[in-house]
């Protein structure tokens, strides 16, 4: 697990990597035991009547929180202000359905007691409440936790968001708040499988539903474990077309052919793990994306028959994106392929990503990309064949601009440009192998935790990036392109007789914090 901000990642990052379909299957079956028992030990915190009030981080934004209900923190675009007290002076939303399969008999989904057992029945009464004469501009989903199985009677089932719906899961099935609810502990799976079939030894993707969810306009989903689609196109987890869509606090797990596919929407994503998909995020040229404190974790390119997942296991960008203090870790296949002409990622990190036979282990680009104070620590493009094969560990292909960012122990080289120099640079930068001018420099980073290991990387152990007292990285970055805090949410520390005189930003994701 890596830890960032006091957030400990609930993740189950599968040690060997998945390529064939039963081998997939075998890794799946694993990773859902351990998904099963950590919702037997949700059950067992379901007497703690008040949701799960009082846990340290329980919405995982790194700061200690009263609720585990992200979107009541003071600062709820960094998800790093803990803010005061989220139930101080709440009040119910005018508009609520609840759902609970659990309960004994479906009701009309007004009250707990009385709630929907399924999810569908709760988001479409929802919606037509904000469709009477006077009725209010949007409803609310409250989500009691468990398993809810999507196949009921083919592949064709879904999940339909509706416009003015937000649909949150994370409750026990008591509460009177939505800030009462804990959604780190009270695991709530929309979960693709046909009921009742155990996992074998193929991807029998007709027992899986082809979608998840079904976007639709001005909708949000919070809150939830995504898992067990199968798209045989793309968007497994959630496919989107001509829609905005809200998506927070959401596990997407064990998706095939990319757990979202944004055809064409305006998406923003925020506090949201992409943990063991076929493809993490698909986001075509007509669409937009902002994915601000996420993970991707364990994602890989597969295939099941002859059709190949192609393009990047954790990102595949062909529009507009903007990606902010996020981790990618331990994808094969590639981190991130960009291949739009608006793209930008800021304090973010990059550590044992790899890809075969060229490219790029972290990303892979041939559109306009800015990235900026970025760490990028042991990417691996492999070689397949003994005819040498162009690539970098961090970073190849062209139109890129890089500041402020860390490449360190990538292999075979950091950066490699395949569209001519002028197109590929970099400022401000340290740089292992292959430092060109602009301010670059080339010295150990002195992070806290970066033991030497070898490849394969599947038994190393997580690094601590943060950086050292003494390291060359502090008061060293251009504070014109620093970001106002790093990916921790800190502010920018001038440190006295350090580095360039005048500068307080730091290179890297991370800004040093002198003891106190």
Known sequence: MLVR????????????????????????????????????????????????????????????????????????????????????????????????????????????????????????????????????????????????????????????????????????????????????????????????????????????????????????????????????????????????????????????????????????????DFVNNCGGILNTADAGMIIRNSNFEGNICCQYGTTPVTGSAGIQNEGLFDIENSIFQSNMGGAIGGYGNNQKISNCIFLYNWTEGGGAGAIYTTGGMEIVNATFYRNDMVATGPTPEYGAGAIAGGEAVIYNSIFWRNSPVDLWVDQGEEKFQTMNCLIENGVTSNGDFYEDPLFVDAPPISWPYKDAGMPDLHLQSGSPCIDRADDSKAPATDIEGHGRVDIPGVGTPGTKADVGAYEYRPKK
């Open 5 to 272: 901000g006091g957030k400990m990642f609930r993740t189950v990052l599968v040690t060997v990597v998945c390529l064939s379909a039963a081998a997939i299957a075998g890794c799946r079956a694993g990773a859902e035991a351990s998904r099963d028992a950590g919702l037997a030990d949700s059950a067992l915190d379901a007497a703690d009547s008040d949701g799960g009030q009082g846990d340290a981080d329980a919405d995982g934004d790194g700061d200690a929180d009263s609720d585990g209900d992200a979107d009541a923190d003071a600062d709820a675009d960094s998800g790093f202000d803990s803010g005061p007290d989220p139930c101080q002076d709440a009040s119910p939303p005018d508009c609520v359905r609840y759902v609970n399969l659990n309960v004994p008999d479906e009701g009309d989904g007004l009250s707990w007691s009385s709630a929907f057992r399924t999810v569908q029945p709760g988001i479409d009464s929802a919606y037509n409440a904000t469709k009477v004469d006077g009725g209010p501009e949007e409803c609310e989903v409250w989500v009691a936790r468990g398993i809810y199985q999507i196949f009921k009677n083919g592949r064709d089932d879904t999940i339909i968001l509706q416009p003015g719906v937000l649909l949150l899961g994370g409750f026990a099935g008591n509460e009177p708040l939505r800030c009462k609810r804990n959604w780190r502990d009270n695991l709530t799976i929309l979960d693709g499988h046909q009921e009742g079939v155990e996992l074998d030894a193929s991807l029998d993707y007709y027992r899986q539903v082809d979608h998840v969810i079904t976007a639709n306009d001005d909708s949000t989903i919070d809150g939830f474990e995504i898992s067990g689609g199968f798209a045989t196109d793309s968007g497994g987890g959630i496919i989107i077309h001509d829609a905005n869509l809200l998506i927070r606090n959401t596990v997407f797990y064990y998706n095939y052919s990319y757990a979202i596919a944004n055809k064409s929407g305006d998406v923003s994503i925020d506090s949201c």
